[in-house]
Each structure stands twice: as structure tokens, then as C-alpha cells.
């Protein structure tokens, strides 16, 4: 995902032009500070709805503010400014609910980093490829780009969520420690040259089809960007501390209505996913799939790239389990899922056929997962 391609920020009313930032954006990171502080989570059942709605909301000021601050500094560092605060806010989500004694929780990560796949290269692309092709009947795009994007994700879904079911140093579909630390090396080192290559050497592979620029916003002023980036700090304080506090509860709520704990991971790759989820919508109602797709694809290899490793360090340091590997059922899917993104992206045009392929794969995707 690049800051370029990521929404712009919105017009902002005569009430938000002091530093243009939109009110909501600033006011769910303070409710989220003070709802901590208050310890809002354990105020029974209403201060937990209370809780779950500003720890969402936060989330989507803090993923709106490191769009400001990305879409500020410029390429190549804007994506990683984008890419490491959501990282930072699924990683949180994510341990919270491993350190939580409700139940087991060594799969969650797996499990929403493979939600996060199954959302991004089904839903996402799914319901962007629809609603251009309804649109405009037939939509373009760079296939070169798209290429390096399904080469590096096909390689990283492989190797963290696939290979672990097949050493032999660990039991269980999971990597011995060595194991680990390699393959969170290696997942940094292709995410990091798959930004190099997207931002600096290759800029052209993942623009519109015929090399121009595509026209986005002025950047923000000085003084917006930098509120933006003190507002984003707070905000990931809050979700990290709100996730703490809500982590018990959600995993309780989810298992005593007889549901997978893989739901649990269903809704954190949700929840983060939903900024880029919308701005990639817009984009190809606009007639701009190259930008749907750089977000789309970027979200994913960011989901893993990032977040595994993340997760892997902390598992180590704190001695937590982490199972990656998935089972026979989410095989089945993650191979289906890629062969058919390769087929539907692989001449660099699309149609509503593609969209719905994919959109019946995520549905089949939701179902089997609340009905295993």
C-alpha cells in the first residue's frame, strides 16, 4: 500500500479548517484515552458496547491520520509510515487476546492474518472488480505491477502459513524458534524489497496503464500533518491499552455464543482493513482499478510482512505460543483464493465474472468459518 494511492484526505467543513482534520478523527482518540483511564471496559455490559465502539472508531482516526502524515512525507517513506501504524494496531489487537486467559489463543494470529488475505484478495478485490465492471463494463490495469504484487504474496503465504505444517523440528503446525526468527527475517526482506521496488525502482510497474500519474490532493499543510501525527500517537496508545482491557471480554463473548475463536480474527483483520477496504471501493467506482488494486494487494503483503514478524518477536520474548500453520479447510481456500486472483488478474483487464468468482469465494470463506 502506498501513501499515493491511499484515500486523500476528505474536504473538511468550516468547522474543521483549523488544522483540517475532520472532528470525529480527533475526538475518538481523546474518548479512547479517557475510557482508559476510566477503566470503561469493566463498567459492565454497557461501558464494554461503550468501549468496543471508541476502540473502533479509534482505529479508523489512527489509520486516517497516518494517511494524512503519509500522503505528507511522500514516497518512499510515506508508505511505511502507513504501513507500520496499522501494523502497530493489528499487532496490539492481536497479543492482547493471546495474553488473555479466555481460552486458547495461539492460532489468533494465523487466523487473521489469513482472514486478511481471504478479505483483501476475495472481498476486496471481489466487490472492486463488480462494482467497476457493472460500471464500466471492462476495466484496465498495469499487469506488471499486479504481477510482483501476487509473486511476493504467493511466496509469503507459503512460507508462514503453509511450510509450518510440514517441518519436523516443532509439533503441530507450528516453527521451531530458529524456524521462526528465519522466516520473520524473510518476510521482512520481501516485504521490504517489494516497497522498494513499488516506490522507487519500478514506480512505473503500478501506474495506470499507459505511465501517467494519477492527480490526488495537495499535500497537507505542515501544521495539519503534524497534528495528525501527535493525534495518531494517541490514538495507538488508546488502542493498544482499549484492546488490553476489551481482550478477555470479546474472547468470552465469542466462545459462549459457541462460536470458532477464528471469528476473533475474522473481525480484527475487518476492523483494520476497513479504511483501505473503502477507499479501494471508490477507486473502482471511479474507474481507477490501479489504484484498487495497489491498495488491495499492498494491504496483504503489509498484513504479513509486518504482522508476523511482529507477533513472532513477541511470542518469543514472552514465551506465548504461536501456531501459523493452517489447516486442510484453509488450504483448500488459500490455494483456491490464489489461483483464481492469477486467472482473474492475469491479462490485465477485468469484467464482473472475476468479481463474482471471488465474492462466492469469501462467502464460502465467512460460512465455513461460523460453521466449521
Known sequence: MTADDST???????????????????AFPVLGVVAVLVNLAKL??????????????????????????????????????LAVAVTVIEVSLIVSLMLSDAGDASTLARDTVFAAIMIIVNGIVGLCLLSGGVRFREQRFTLRGVSASLNVLVAMSVLTLVLPNFVESAPGPAYAPSQLVFVAIVSLILYGTFVLVQTVRHRSYFLPEGGA??????????????????????????????????????????????????????VIAGVVLAPESLAAW???RRNRLQ??????????????????????????????????????????????????????????????LGGVVHLVIFAVYLFVTVVP
Open 8 to 26: 486523500t484526505p476528505p474536504e473538511t467543513s468550516p468547522a474543521d479548517r483549523g488544522i483540517g482534520l475532520p472532528w470525529w478523527t480527533l
Open 44 to 81: 459492565g455490559t454497557l461501558g464494554t458496547i461503550a468501549a468496543a465502539v471508541i476502540l473502533i472508531g479509534s482505529v479508523l482516526a489512527a489509520v486516517h491520520h497516518a494517511e494524512v502524515v503519509a500522503h505528507k512525507v511522500g514516497e518512499p517513506f510515506g508508505t511505511l509510515v
Open 213 to 266: 500519474e494519477e492527480e490526488h490532493a495537495d499535500p497537507p499543510a505542515t501544521r495539519t500533518a503534524w497534528a495528525a501525527f501527535g493525534v495518531l500517537l494517541v490514538a495507538l496508545v488508546g488502542v493498544v491499552l482499549l484492546a488490553k482491557g476489551l481482550a478477555a471480554t470479546v474472547e468470552k463473548a465469542v466462545l459462549g455464543a459457541g462460536l470458532p475463536l477464528a471469528v476473533v480474527g475474522v
Open 282 to 284: 471508490r477507486a473502482a
Open 291 to 352: 489504484t484498487s488494486l495497489n491498495l488491495a494487494l499492498g494491504s496483504a503483503l503489509a498484513s504479513i510482512g509486518l504482522t508476523i514478524p511482529s507477533v513472532a518477536v513477541v511470542s518469543l520474548v514472552l514465551g506465548l505460543p504461536l501456531a501459523l500453520g493452517i489447516g486442510a479447510k484453509g488450504l483448500t481456500l488459500l490455494v483456491l483464493s490464489l489461483f483464481s486472483i492469477t486467472l482473474s488478474l492475469g491479462t490485465g483487464r477485468t469484467t464482473i
